[in-house]
């Protein structure tokens, strides 16, 4: 099973979540919370002016990566496969500076407040970038809130943090059967809120 970001992301807030939703579990849907966070995005991706991707892992193909050395905006909607990971990054911004490419992802979150799931989320796509390019981002970038504000978000330290996460995940996915749900705030947006309450 290749791990997607949506699989990732529920993984950081619940193991349960991560587990139901790699499995092909239905929950309740979240259509409010969902339609809230794709507003913000595609709002967050016209003001950054960035160009939309239609081609899958367009870094790793020289053909189709010329857009890196003639076009300073953002790349939007980026399909990035490697043999264990298959997702869709935001956004992806090349750094111009010592290191001719240096990819920085870029994660559009509304929330006022940057949280450490969300730090964590953007190095899950930096980590994936760099199975796929060969080149390992150093910055990635948080856009939050309602007046779009940027965080930079140092890479390095994360990278260990983000290996024995995907650890714990790939262990609990070859479990037989979910873990047992232990109660946190984000319980009353998880679409499997009412199976953990029976």
Known sequence: MRITREIFDAFLHCPTKGYLMAHGEAGHEEHEHRENVDAYR???LVRLGAETSTETNPIGNPASARWMDVSPLPRADLKLETAQFVIRIDALRIRRGKQPR??????F??????AATDKLSVAFDARVVAES?????SIGEIIHGRD???????????????SSRLVALNRNL??????????NKHCPECCYRAGCRE
């Open 109 to 114: 979150v509304p929330d006022e407040e940057v």
């Open 133 to 137: 390019t060969g080149s390992k981002p």
């Open 148 to 162: 779009y504000r940027t965080v930079n978000v140092s890479l390095a330290p994360l990278y260990p943090k983000i």
């Open 174 to 183: 070859a479990k037989p059967t979910a873990p047992s749900p232990i109660l």
């Open 42 to 44: 595609r709002d967050g």
């Open 102 to 107: 240096d990819l920085s992802p870029i994660r």
